[in-house]
C-alpha cells in the first residue's frame, strides 16, 4: 500500500497553535498543524520531551546558552516514534494488512512497538551486515517479522519498497512517506515553546537520511509562516566522518551527492545514500548553516561527556549533535546565543559503546575495612 498522502498545506496563522494551557503533553496538541485530523488517537504517548539546561556540561564547554532536547524520553527512546505514531495512526486507518519499514535499527524499533500497540502486524527490514543484535532482540520482543537483508541499508531500503508495493503493507519509510517529515516537526515546534516562545540561534542536529534536519527547519519555518516567529534558526548538520555524503557535497557548494560506503559506529546515520538528503542540504543552505563531520573518537567522547556531565545516557548517533558543537568548540567558536542539540537516541537498547571507562567497577570482600582499603 502507497502511503501516497500529499505534502500537506495548512492555512497559516497564529490560531493553528495550542493554547498554552491545553494541558495536553503529546505531540497531538499541534494537531492543527498536522495532516491528520487528531480524532484518531495513538495508544502510546509520543512528544512532550524535556529540554534540559545542563549546568554541569554547560560549564565544561564554557556555553551557557546550550540547552539539550532529550528525545531519549520517548516510548521507545528515540525520535522515531513522533514518525511513527502518524504512520501508525494513518496505516489504521486505511486498514492496512500490516506495516513496513527499512531501517538501520531505531525505526524498527520503533515500529515494532507502534504496530504492537496498534494492532498492527509490522515487517522490518534492516541489513543483517550492521544491525545491533539488540535491537533485532527488541523488535522481536514486539512481536514483529524482522528481514536481516544480505546487504545495506540502502538494499534493505529497496527491497522493503518492493514487498510494500506486492504485499500491500504499508511504508513507513522515511522519505517515502510525507507523515514522516510531519511527525518529526514537532520536535522544532516544542523547543520553541520550551523557551519561552523563542527561537533558538543555531540548533545541531544529526544526519543520516536527513529527514530529522529537514522536518526540524521545516517545523521553523511553519512557525514563521503562523508569524509568530521571526526567522528560522542557523542548522548545522553533523555528519560521520566515515558517512558524510552531504557534508562532502555541501563543502563543495553542492547539492548533489555521491553515495559512500558507510564506515562508522554509529549506525543511526551510517548512511552513505541518503534519501531525504536534496531536502536537508537545501535546509541547511537556507538557513545559513552549515555541516560538521565528527570521527567516531568524537562520537565516543560526546556519549561518555553527556553521561558523565548530565545523566543522559546516548548511543553514538544519538549524541552526535552534541560532537558536532564539541568539535566547533575545539574550533574556537564562540557559539552565542542559546543553542540546542538534538539527544536523539538512548544508549540503553545497544549497549556496546557504553563509555565504561568513565567510572569503576571495583571487587571487594564484604567487610567495610576492604572496601576503604580499596577507595
Ligand atoms: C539515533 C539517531 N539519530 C539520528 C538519526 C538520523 O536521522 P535521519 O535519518 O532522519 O537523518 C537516526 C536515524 O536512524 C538515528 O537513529
Same mark, same amino acid.
Given at each position: 500500500m502507497d502511503a501516497d498522502a500529499p505534502e500537506a498545506e495548512y492555512a497559516y %496563522? @497564529?490560531? +493553528? +497553535?495550542? &493554547?498554552?494551557? &491545553?494541558g495536553q503533553d503529546d505531540i497531538w496538541r499541534w494537531r492543527r498543524l498536522l @495532516? +491528520? #485530523? %487528531?480524532s484518531d488517537s495513538y495508544p502510546l504517548q509520543v512528544g512532550g520531551t524535556p529540554l534540559l539546561h545542563p549546568r554541569s556540561l554547560r560549564d565544561t564547554l564554557g556555553l551557557p546558552g546550550l540547552v539539550l532536547k532529550d528525545e531519549t524520553r520517548t516510548p521507545t527512546g528515540s525520535n522515531k516514534d513522533r514518525a511513527t505514531a502518524l504512520c501508525v495512526v494513518d496505516a489504521a486507518r486505511r486498514g492496512a494488512a500490516g506495516i513496513a519499514a527499512a531501517s538501520s535499527g531505531n525505526v524498527a524499533v520503533s515500529l515494532a512497538a507502534g504496530g504492537a500497540a496498534a494492532g498492527l502486524p509490522a515487517y522490518l527490514f534492516v541489513s543483517g551486515r550492521s544491525v545491533a543484535p539488540s535491537k533485532v532482540d527488541l523488535m522481536r520482543a514486539f512481536g514483529a517479522t524482522v528481514f536481516l537483508v544480505d546487504g545495506s541499508y540502502e538494499a534493505a531500503y529497496r527491497l522493503s519498497e518492493a514487498a510494500c508495493e506486492r504485499f500491500g503493507w504499508y511504508s513507513r519509510n522515511t522519505g517515502a512517506n510525507p507523515l514522516a517529515v510531519e511527525g518529526k516537526k514537532t520536535v522544532a515546534f516544542e523547543v520553541w515553546e520550551q523557551l519561552g516562545r523563542i527561537m533558538p540561534r543555531v540548533v545541531y542536529l544529526p544526519v543520516g537520511d536527513g529527514v530529522t534536519l529537514a522536518a526540524y527547519a521545516r517545523g521553523c519555518q511553519e512557525l514563521v509562516h503562523c508569524r509568530v516567529a521571526e526567522r528560522v534558526p542557523r542548522i548545522v548538520g553533523v555528519q560521520a566522518s566515515g558517512a558524510a555524503p552531504l557534508a562532502d557535497a555541501f563543502a563543495r557548494g553542492q547539492s548533489s551527492w555521491t553515495p559512500v560506503q558507510p564506515r562508522t559506529i554509529a549506525d543511526g546515520i551510517a548512511v552513505g545514500d541518503p534519501c531525504y538528503g536534496g531536502p536537508a542540504i537545501d535546509a541547511v543552505r537556507a538557513t545559513s548553516g552549515e555541516f560538521v563531520r565528527v570521527d567516531d573518537a568524537d562520537l565516543q567522547a560526546a556519549v561518555a561527556m553527556l553521561a558523565r556531565t548530565t545523566g543522559l545516557l546516548a548511543e553514538p548517533a544519538g549524541a552526535a549533535s552534541l560532537a558536532g558543537v564539541m568539535a566547533h568548540r575545539r574550533a %574556537?567558536?564562540? +557559539? #552565542? %546565543?542559546t543553542v540546542v542539540a538534538l539527544i536523539t537516541a538512548t544508549g540503553l537498547k545497544d549497549q556496546r559503546w557504553l563509555p565504561r571507562e568513565s567510572g569503576r567497577a571495583i571487587e571487594v570482600a564484604p567487610d567495610l575495612d576492604a572496601l576503604a582499603a580499596r577507595l
Open positions: %496563522g @497564529p490560531e +493553528l +497553535l495550542p &493554547d498554552a494551557s &491545553d @495532516p +491528520l #485530523d %487528531g %574556537g567558536r564562540a +557559539l #552565542d %546565543g
